[in-house]
């Protein structure tokens, strides 16, 4: 279970991080414009903040693993799956159903990740 727990752990920490990343660095109009259509009905900021969330989560997973604290795991994990709960909740309301297996599959993985922290 702690070789599942550690690979889920890296892949959320490596997806997010590249996500959240992008979010902060990226003009939001260039994203809008191509992949992440939503992004056009946000502002600046919440764009932003989405991406900070993101890699604020992936810095609770890697605190929780330098720290022994596996509450930060379960809260770092449980944002995560907030964030990829409302991506599927946006993609389902701009029609983009082919996109929702994605953000469904890291709302899976998060959950796990979650609950597994707890039994360690």
Same mark, same amino acid.
């Given at each position: 279970?702690?070789?599942t727990l550690w690979i889920a752990e890296v892949l959320l920490g490596a997806i997010f991080l590249t996500s959240g990343t992008i979010k902060l660095t990226q003009p939001r109009t260039k994203?809008?414009?191509g992949p992440m259509h939503w992004a056009a009905d946000v502002t600046d900021a919440q764009f932003r903040? !989405?991406?900070?969330?993101? =890699? +604020?989560? &992936?810095?609770?997973?890697i605190l929780a693993a330098a720290t022994g604290a596996?509450?930060?795991?379960?809260?770092?994990?449980?944002?995560?799956a907030l964030t990829m709960a409302g991506a599927i909740a946006t993609h389902a309301r701009y029609?983009?159903?082919?996109? !929702?297996?994605v953000p469904? =599959? +890291?709302? &899976?993985?998060?959950?796990f990740v979650a609950i597994?922290?707890?039994h360690l």
């Open positions: 279970m702690d070789t994203m809008a414009a903040t !989405i991406g900070a969330l993101e =890699v +604020l989560g &992936v810095l609770g997973l596996p509450i930060l795991t379960t809260l770092a994990a449980t944002g995560l029609g983009e159903t082919e996109r !929702i297996p469904a =599959v +890291l709302l &899976v993985v998060t959950i597994a922290a707890q």
